[in-house]
Structures are given as structure tokens and as C-alpha cells.
């Protein structure tokens, strides 16, 4: 059918160079075990492509066929459950369309096809060292600690937002405060065994958690009138450690404390099953460690009802009676602990509910999203989706890089950059909803989100600890330390999130500005939304590390407030990211700290935050950009001023507080600023915990090495006209001394007798004359 072809194979052709160099590169990297002899070539061996049984073609569907094992990749891959029919069939037939060759010679599936269509064994260029999941190609299940116990169950929540405000709750003066009465006087109904806290450490991880068979924790009910719950929270992001039956419908709670840790207690979420429509049930949670709490201000924990789910389309919703935040009674001696309770009324009988801390954003959801983003055909040319690291457990942290393709590369060079993050406290959900806002708009095709990438090279990091939004911690990672006080560690294989994220951003740092980074939080005890920042004490840009968060506050008045931003510094924060990348040069470097509460401010006043109003934040983040780079500076200036003089109300306010009378015309702004703001601290567990004991000895040994390595550092490469130079003047050095010591001998002279000075400059002058010729 086409004679050429045929000529042409018969025809004896050469090695591609490009091809034997990529086959000793593969080789060597470990995914090419091939012999290069056997291996046929791209023309000459065409037909044996089609007509051996030995080079079979299959489907490729994210396997990792005829490749180096991987003990990451070889566990079970997960089918999202929340991916719908249309994108399961548009992959099924990317994966038809997708073929790998099954020879047990060659091992790569970097293939390539040709103009008519048949398969080539040609590799392709090589992509980045660590690529994002195939774009057809299934999810990778979470991987647990091995002593977490896991059910099978796959747990999807709808989106939902309530037509009515949801308003905070109004202490009444007749809530009940319930005296803690724990297992002594009460039935255990659910326990989890054998939960890792401090003194052990992690080890590994596997898909699915811990071996064997998954134990039955809830008690067996006697009979459909049994009318016990039964709880359960082994599942991604679940977090309840015990619950105790001190009456028929009243219940202790326990909550799990962060793995290998014996601290932070505050995300809760958890199933409640064999539910009564008509009862009034009341929940008591006894181990909380913060006495101070956003309950105590009106908020309630929310639930959801699958029931209501599936027949009314309902979602999460705020609900709770008699709600109160009071210290537990039961004192252990070591520490106090804290009391929520709260009473509620189930929507239906036998119906399954869950309780939340706030609304969950689970490691899987947030892989259902990138997998659509990676399958849209539009998106996908500005978006790029690659692996950052593998965190402890071995999950993938996830970075993506969004804009638009440059012109040129002057055009590509000249982009700043705009470096985002969320979930480094995996407890803090907010932060992951603030996050899908952001993508949601800047992966629009909105004129303003067009613009934004045109301008800007956005590098974000959507959960940076997703081994704790798996196990369900509040604050911490499976090295049971918090991760937002340790990026200046040099523990790479301790801390690989926050590591592989502040040396992503050194390099970003090396190549071009960047103007902006922000780290998305939640706050436990204060109400609104506001940034935290680091004051600049360069004269230059005197207070404009604060325009932006005003800005802010202009664009979402009813969300942001700017009055409960700060901008102090202080040692405790040393190690967190937004004061590490504000010394690496950032000046714009903020957290964003969202509240588990709701608003305070102008048409939502007194009422709770929803998802929507929480992704709203990242489509004002986005707009609050282009406010703030307008090449037309009124917006800015006009912020400075107003800072300024909010600046000097502070500033006399500060002192009429102290007692004092001060002129501060002409002086006003010389003042300290850090002087006259309060603690950005947030939560009881702002001071560092150091490292754990087993990491010790590694962080004094890298030290030492450092150390070490400084001491014997080379000295820097020299240009070849610097080693020209160097190499003449060693040659002319040289010849000097054989000439004096000639000099010395033909004369008769002591070795120590100095030469007459006219002599010498003569010789020197020949000698030059010489190495010059």
C-alpha cells in the first residue's frame, strides 16, 4: 500500500543518536533494562511491530507495565467515586486509544506514532523527572500508617449551600453543663485500639492502612429496638477516638489526639448510625486542650444526613442546641482539658449522619479535582500538573504551575510569579476551600483570570501535608510536629513537604520576582478573615507590605477585616513560611487565616461562613491582584495614605493608653511598628516543640556535615582568561627563581646576598619579554 515504506525498510538504517543517547539514560536512571542490540529499530523492524505475538498491545491505563517495580505505584490504584459517568467513559476511551507495548524487552512507553498511524518505537523527549498523574489514568488510593485500621467504605458528600443565613447561636443562660462521668459509670460503644501517640514514631505506610481484618468497634445491637448509635471514624479524615454511653441518648466523646503526638484535639468528624427522629440526643466532647474557643461565640458544629442527601439534594448544615465550651472537671493532674456539648434533634429514623468540626476537604477530594483539571482539554494547556514530593507516608504533594504560554522569552522572563498554599495544618479545611475558589476562578475563562495568567507565573500547592488530612490530625504531620515551624529545617527526608516547597521557591526566587506569598489557614478564636504579614523596615517601601490586605478588605467587606491583621514578627514564628520566605525576599509574604466561624461585618454580620463565601475569598484574591498591579498607581497610593493615617490614630491611641503625650509630627513614623502591635498568635500551640527524639542525632549529624562542607568548600570555577592569567604568572615565577639562582652561581654569591636592584629589573624585563612571545 505504500512502496516507499516498504523500500525503506529494507534498507539498512543507522542508530538515531538521540535514541542511544536515551536508552544509556534510562538505563542508568533504572526504567530501562532492555539489552540495545535486541531491540528493534524504528524502520527496520516496523513490521515486526504488527506481526510478532511477542510486542502484544494493551491498554495503558496508568500501569506501570515493564518498568522498574515500585512499591509506591504497585499498590492498588483508586477509582474516585466522585467522577462521573461522561468523564469514566471519556477515559475508558483514552485508555483504549493509549498503547504500551507488553515486551519483556523493551521497557518503556515512551513510544511515538507515525504519519500513518502505526506504531513507532521511537521515545519520545524526555518530560520532568516527576510528572502528575497520567490525565487518563486513575487516582492513587491514600496511604495510611500501618497501625491504622481503615474500612472500605467509600465516603462522598455533596455540595450544598443553605438558601438562609446561617446565624450563630444565642446562649439562652439555661444550658445544661454536663458533669463528666467517663466509663466508670458508662457503656463503651466505640474505641479504637492501639492508636499511635507520643513515644512511638512512624515507620511505614501502605495502602488501606493495617493488615488484616477490620475489627467491628461499634457494639452489636440487640434488635431494631435497640436504640444505641453506632459510631465510626476510620475513614479518610475521621477523627473520634472513643465514645461512652452515659444515658439513652446522651454520649462522652473522646477525641483522637495528632498520631505520635499527645497534643492537639480539635478536629472532630465522625458517622453516627441508628438514629431516632424524635429523641434529643446530646454530644460532650471532654479531651479539648484550647480554653478559649469560637463556640463560646456562637458557633455550631455541622451535620450532615445522608438521607437528607440523597432525597432533598441537602448538604452540611450548622446545627445544635444548648451549645457550651466550658473546662472539664476531671482534672489528670498533667493538663486541663475542655468541654464542647451540644444537643440536636436527627432530620430522620435509621438515617446515617455525620458530625464535623467544619466542612471536610479530604485528600481524595482534592484528587477528583486535579484528575477534572487534567482531563479538561482547555485547562490543561495553561495548567500543569506535576509531583512536588512524596510526603512520609508516600501520598504525592501536588504542584501546579498556571499560566498562560509566553510569545516570547524575553515575554516568559519577564512574568512575575505568585506562590500559593494551603492545608499545612490538616485540620484547617478552610484553607482547602479558599484554595478551590482560587483554581476555580483562575482556571476560568474569565478576561480577568486571562489577564492574571498572562501577567503572573502561579506556582501553588494545594495540600501541603497530606498524610495528616488522611489520618484526620488537627496540626500536625507523621513526624507528630507541626510543619508550619520547621521550614528551615534541613531534615529533607523528615519534613519533604515544607523542604521540597521552600527550595521550589528559592529556585523560583533565583529565575524571577516574586510578588506575592500566601500560605491558606483557619483560626480557632477569632470571627471574619484576615492576614497575617512581616513588617518591612526598608524606608523605601515603607508600609506597603500592607496595601494588598487592605485592598482586600475593600474588595470582601463583609468577610475581610483588615482591623484584625498583623504584621509583627516575632521569635516563636521564626520557622513559619510566611516569615522564612519574608527573609528569603518575599516582600509580600502573608498568612491567610480564614475563621471555622463566620462574619462580624457589614450584610453578613452574625452569621456563619459557607463554602461559597469561603471560595469567594480566592476569586477576591484574584482580583485583588489586579488592583494591586495596575500600572495605574491611584489604587495603591491612595492605600498608603489611608495607611498612614490609620497608622497615626494607632500610634495615639497607643499612647494616650500608656499615659503619655507625644507631638509625633515629623517623628510619628520612625516609631517601631512592631512596637505597637499585639501577638499574631492564634492557638496555644504557636512555641515549637523541637524535634522528636529519634531525629536528634540525624539533625546534629547533617549539622556537622554542613559544618564540615563549609570548611572544605573549593573555591569557585575561574573563567579561562583568569586561568591563563594565573598560568603565566606561575610560569614567569617559576623562571625568575631558576634565573637568580643562576645569577648566584655564575657570580659566586651566597644564597642569602640579594641581587643589585638595576640587574634584577633587567632580568624581570626579559623574562616578561619571554612569556609573552
Given at each position: 500500500m505504500f512502496p516507499a515504506l516498504?523500500?525503506?525498510?529494507?534498507?539498512?538504517?543507522?542508530?538515531?543518536?538521540?535514541?542511544?543517547?536515551?536508552?544509556?539514560?534510562?538505563?542508568?536512571?533504572?526504567?530501562?533494562?532492555?539489552?540495545?542490540?535486541?531491540?528493534?529499530?524504528?524502520?527496520?523492524?516496523?513490521?515486526?511491530?504488527?506481526?510478532?505475538?511477542?510486542?502484544?498491545?494493551?491498554?495503558?491505563?496508568?500501569?506501570?507495565?515493564?518498568?522498574?517495580?515500585?512499591?509506591?505505584?504497585?499498590?492498588?490504584?483508586?477509582?474516585?467515586?466522585?467522577?462521573?459517568?461522561?468523564?469514566?467513559?471519556?477515559?475508558?476511551?483514552?485508555?483504549?486509544?493509549?498503547?504500551?507495548?507488553?515486551?519483556?524487552?523493551?521497557?518503556s512507553r515512551q513510544l511515538l506514532h507515525d504519519e500513518f498511524g502505526?506504531?513507532?518505537?521511537?521515545?519520545?523527549?524526555?518530560?520532568?523527572?516527576?510528572?502528575?498523574?497520567?490525565?487518563?489514568?486513575?487516582?492513587?488510593?491514600?496511604?495510611?500508617?500501618?497501625?491504622c485500621e481503615v474500612i472500605k467504605e467509600n465516603l462522598h458528600h455533596i455540595e450544598w449551600v443553605p438558601p438562609q443565613p446561617e446565624y450563630f447561636y444565642q446562649p439562652t443562660g439555661n444550658e445544661k453543663l454536663p458533669e463528666i462521668v467517663g466509663e466508670e459509670k458508662g457503656t463503651v460503644v466505640f474505641q479504637l485500639d492501639s492508636v499511635p501517640t507520643e513515644g512511638s514514631y512512624f515507620t511505614s505506610s501502605r495502602v488501606g492502612g493495617k493488615r488484616g481484618i477490620i475489627k467491628e468497634l461499634a457494639v452489636t445491637l440487640q434488635g431494631p429496638e435497640d436504640k444505641t448509635l453506632l459510631f465510626e471514624s476510620r475513614f479518610e479524615s475521621g477523627n473520634l477516638r472513643k465514645a461512652v454511653r452515659v444515658d439513652t441518648y446522651e454520649y462522652e466523646l473522646t477525641l483522637r489526639t495528632d498520631l505520635y503526638t499527645n497534643k492537639h484535639t480539635q478536629w472532630f468528624y465522625f458517622r453516627v448510625q441508628n438514629t431516632r427522629k424524635d429523641a434529643t440526643y446530646?454530644?460532650?466532647?471532654?479531651?479539648?486542650?484550647?480554653?478559649?474557643?469560637?463556640?463560646?461565640?456562637?458557633?455550631?458544629?455541622?451535620?450532615?444526613?445522608?438521607?437528607?442527601?440523597?432525597?432533598?439534594?441537602?448538604?452540611?448544615?450548622?446545627?445544635?442546641?444548648?451549645?457550651?465550651?466550658?473546662?472539664?472537671?476531671?482534672?489528670?493532674?498533667?493538663?486541663?482539658?475542655y468541654c464542647l456539648t451540644w444537643t440536636i434533634q436527627f432530620p430522620h429514623d435509621q438515617d446515617t449522619c455525620f458530625f464535623a468540626h467544619f466542612y471536610?476537604?479530604?485528600?481524595?477530594?482534592?484528587?477528583?479535582?486535579?484528575?477534572?483539571?487534567?482531563?479538561?482539554?482547555?485547562?490543561?494547556?495553561?495548567?500543569?500538573?506535576?509531583?512536588?514530593?512524596?510526603?512520609?507516608?508516600?501520598?504525592?504533594?501536588?504542584?501546579?504551575?498556571?499560566?498562560?504560554?509566553?510569545?516570547?522569552?524575553?515575554?516568559?522572563?519577564?512574568?512575575?510569579?505568585?506562590?500559593?498554599?494551603?492545608?499545612?495544618?490538616?485540620?484547617?479545611?478552610?484553607?482547602?476551600?479558599?484554595?478551590?475558589?482560587?483554581?476555580?476562578?483562575?482556571?476560568?475563562?474569565?478576561?480577568?483570570?486571562?489577564?492574571?495568567?498572562?501577567?503572573?507565573?502561579?506556582?501553588?500547592?494545594?495540600?501541603?501535608?497530606?498524610?495528616?488530612?488522611?489520618?484526620?490530625?488537627?496540626?500536625?504531620?507523621?513526624?507528630?510536629?507541626?510543619?508550619?515551624?520547621?521550614?528551615?529545617?534541613?531534615?529533607?527526608?523528615?519534613?519533604?513537604?515544607?523542604?521540597?516547597?521552600?527550595?521550589?521557591?528559592?529556585?523560583?526566587?533565583?529565575?524571577?520576582?516574586?510578588?506575592?506569598?500566601?500560605?491558606?489557614?483557619?483560626?480557632?478564636?477569632?470571627?471574619?478573615?484576615?492576614?497575617?504579614?512581616?513588617?518591612?523596615?526598608?524606608?523605601?517601601?515603607?508600609?506597603?507590605?500592607?496595601?494588598?490586605?487592605?485592598?482586600?478588605?475593600?474588595?470582601?467587606?463583609?468577610?475581610?477585616?483588615?482591623?484584625?491583621?498583623?504584621?509583627?514578627?516575632?521569635?516563636?514564628?521564626?520557622?513559619?513560611?510566611?516569615?522564612?520566605?519574608?527573609?528569603?525576599g518575599i516582600l509580600n509574604s502573608y498568612t491567610m487565616e480564614s475563621t471555622f466561624g463566620g462574619s462580624t461585618l457589614g450584610n453578613k454580620r452574625d452569621t456563619h461562613f459557607t463554602t461559597e463565601d469561603l471560595k469567594s475569598l480566592g476569586y477576591h484574591v484574584c482580583d485583588t491582584l489586579l488592583d494591586f498591579c495596575d500600572p495605574d498607581r491611584t489604587k495603591f497610593m491612595q492605600c498608603l495614605t489611608e495607611l498612614k493615617e490609620l497608622l497615626q490614630q494607632e500610634i495615639h491611641k497607643k499612647f494616650n493608653e500608656l499615659g503619655q503625650d507625644m507631638d509625633l509630627e515629623g517623628s510619628w513614623s520612625d516609631i517601631c511598628l512592631s512596637d505597637i502591635e499585639s501577638s499574631t498568635s492564634g492557638s496555644d500551640s504557636s512555641l515549637s516543640d523541637g524535634l522528636p527524639v529519634h531525629l536528634l542525632n540525624v539533625a546534629d549529624e547533617l549539622n556537622q556535615k554542613k559544618k564540615m562542607y563549609k570548611k572544605k568548600k573549593k573555591k569557585p570555577l575561574q573563567t579561562r582568561k583568569q586561568r591563563n592569567e594565573q598560568y603565566q604568572k606561575n610560569n614567569l615565577m617559576q623562571e625568575l627563581k631558576l634565573t637568580e639562582d643562576a645569577l648566584l652561581q655564575l657570580h659566586g654569591r651566597d644564597k642569602g646576598t640579594s641581587l643589585d636592584p638595576s640587574k634584577m629589573t633587567s632580568i624581570l624585563t626579559k623574562s616578561k619579554e619571554r612569556m609573552q612571545v
Amino acid at each position: 500500500m505504500f512502496p516507499a515504506l516498504e523500500t525503506e525498510v529494507k534498507q539498512e538504517t543507522l542508530p538515531d543518536p538521540y535514541e542511544d543517547f536515551m536508552y544509556h539514560h534510562l538505563q542508568y536512571y533504572g526504567y530501562f533494562k532492555g539489552h540495545r542490540g535486541s531491540l528493534p529499530t524504528s524502520a527496520t523492524h516496523q513490521h515486526v511491530w504488527k506481526n510478532n505475538p511477542r510486542y502484544l498491545l494493551s491498554g495503558s491505563f496508568g500501569e506501570r507495565q515493564g518498568m522498574i517495580p515500585d512499591p509506591l505505584q504497585k499498590e492498588k490504584l483508586l477509582w474516585p467515586t466522585c467522577i462521573s459517568s461522561p468523564v469514566h467513559r471519556q477515559i475508558e476511551a483514552v485508555s483504549r486509544d493509549s498503547l504500551m507495548l507488553s515486551s519483556p524487552l523493551l521497557k518503556s512507553r515512551q513510544l511515538l506514532h507515525d504519519e500513518f498511524g502505526e506504531v513507532n518505537p521511537c521515545l519520545r523527549e524526555p518530560r520532568d523527572l516527576f510528572t502528575f498523574f497520567s490525565s487518563s489514568g486513575p487516582l492513587q488510593a491514600p496511604r495510611w500508617p500501618i497501625e491504622c485500621e481503615v474500612i472500605k467504605e467509600n465516603l462522598h458528600h455533596i455540595e450544598w449551600v443553605p438558601p438562609q443565613p446561617e446565624y450563630f447561636y444565642q446562649p439562652t443562660g439555661n444550658e445544661k453543663l454536663p458533669e463528666i462521668v467517663g466509663e466508670e459509670k458508662g457503656t463503651v460503644v466505640f474505641q479504637l485500639d492501639s492508636v499511635p501517640t507520643e513515644g512511638s514514631y512512624f515507620t511505614s505506610s501502605r495502602v488501606g492502612g493495617k493488615r488484616g481484618i477490620i475489627k467491628e468497634l461499634a457494639v452489636t445491637l440487640q434488635g431494631p429496638e435497640d436504640k444505641t448509635l453506632l459510631f465510626e471514624s476510620r475513614f479518610e479524615s475521621g477523627n473520634l477516638r472513643k465514645a461512652v454511653r452515659v444515658d439513652t441518648y446522651e454520649y462522652e466523646l473522646t477525641l483522637r489526639t495528632d498520631l505520635y503526638t499527645n497534643k492537639h484535639t480539635q478536629w472532630f468528624y465522625f458517622r453516627v448510625q441508628n438514629t431516632r427522629k424524635d429523641a434529643t440526643y446530646r454530644f460532650t466532647i471532654v479531651n479539648l486542650l484550647k480554653p478559649k474557643s469560637l463556640y463560646t461565640m456562637g458557633m455550631k458544629p455541622l451535620m450532615y444526613s445522608q438521607l437528607d442527601a440523597k432525597t432533598h439534594n441537602i448538604g452540611w448544615r450548622r446545627e445544635g442546641n444548648e451549645i457550651r465550651y466550658y473546662k472539664n472537671n476531671r482534672d489528670d493532674g498533667q493538663q486541663a482539658f475542655y468541654c464542647l456539648t451540644w444537643t440536636i434533634q436527627f432530620p430522620h429514623d435509621q438515617d446515617t449522619c455525620f458530625f464535623a468540626h467544619f466542612y471536610p476537604y479530604t485528600y481524595t477530594d482534592l484528587q477528583c479535582y486535579l484528575l477534572s483539571v487534567a482531563n479538561n482539554p482547555v485547562q490543561s494547556q495553561f495548567c500543569k500538573l506535576r509531583t512536588l514530593c512524596r510526603s512520609l507516608a508516600g501520598n504525592t504533594v501536588y504542584l501546579l504551575t498556571i499560566t498562560n504560554p509566553s510569545r516570547t522569552p524575553q515575554e516568559a522572563a519577564a512574568k512575575k510569579a505568585v506562590v500559593l498554599s494551603a492545608r499545612v495544618h490538616p485540620g484547617e479545611s478552610n484553607g482547602s476551600w479558599i484554595m478551590k475558589g482560587f483554581l476555580d476562578f483562575i482556571l476560568s475563562n474569565s478576561p480577568d483570570a486571562q489577564l492574571l495568567r498572562d501577567i503572573f507565573v502561579f506556582k501553588v500547592v494545594p495540600m501541603l501535608n497530606p498524610d495528616g488530612v488522611i489520618v484526620g490530625n488537627y496540626r500536625c504531620s507523621l513526624a507528630g510536629r507541626d510543619l508550619n515551624r520547621h521550614y528551615k529545617t534541613i531534615l529533607k527526608e523528615s519534613f519533604p513537604c515544607i523542604w521540597y516547597t521552600r527550595n521550589m521557591i528559592k529556585r523560583l526566587l533565583e529565575e524571577r520576582e516574586v510578588l506575592l506569598y500566601c500560605d491558606f489557614h483557619g483560626h480557632s478564636r477569632k470571627n471574619n478573615i484576615f492576614l497575617y504579614g512581616c513588617n518591612n523596615n526598608d524606608r523605601k517601601y515603607w508600609l506597603h507590605e500592607r496595601v494588598f490586605p487592605l485592598m482586600l478588605s475593600k474588595n470582601a467587606p463583609d468577610k475581610f477585616s483588615f482591623h484584625s491583621c498583623n504584621f509583627k514578627v516575632q521569635k516563636c514564628k521564626e520557622g513559619t513560611g510566611r516569615v522564612v520566605m519574608w527573609r528569603m525576599g518575599i516582600l509580600n509574604s502573608y498568612t491567610m487565616e480564614s475563621t471555622f466561624g463566620g462574619s462580624t461585618l457589614g450584610n453578613k454580620r452574625d452569621t456563619h461562613f459557607t463554602t461559597e463565601d469561603l471560595k469567594s475569598l480566592g476569586y477576591h484574591v484574584c482580583d485583588t491582584l489586579l488592583d494591586f498591579c495596575d500600572p495605574d498607581r491611584t489604587k495603591f497610593m491612595q492605600c498608603l495614605t489611608e495607611l498612614k493615617e490609620l497608622l497615626q490614630q494607632e500610634i495615639h491611641k497607643k499612647f494616650n493608653e500608656l499615659g503619655q503625650d507625644m507631638d509625633l509630627e515629623g517623628s510619628w513614623s520612625d516609631i517601631c511598628l512592631s512596637d505597637i502591635e499585639s501577638s499574631t498568635s492564634g492557638s496555644d500551640s504557636s512555641l515549637s516543640d523541637g524535634l522528636p527524639v529519634h531525629l536528634l542525632n540525624v539533625a546534629d549529624e547533617l549539622n556537622q556535615k554542613k559544618k564540615m562542607y563549609k570548611k572544605k568548600k573549593k573555591k569557585p570555577l575561574q573563567t579561562r582568561k583568569q586561568r591563563n592569567e594565573q598560568y603565566q604568572k606561575n610560569n614567569l615565577m617559576q623562571e625568575l627563581k631558576l634565573t637568580e639562582d643562576a645569577l648566584l652561581q655564575l657570580h659566586g654569591r651566597d644564597k642569602g646576598t640579594s641581587l643589585d636592584p638595576s640587574k634584577m629589573t633587567s632580568i624581570l624585563t626579559k623574562s616578561k619579554e619571554r612569556m609573552q612571545v
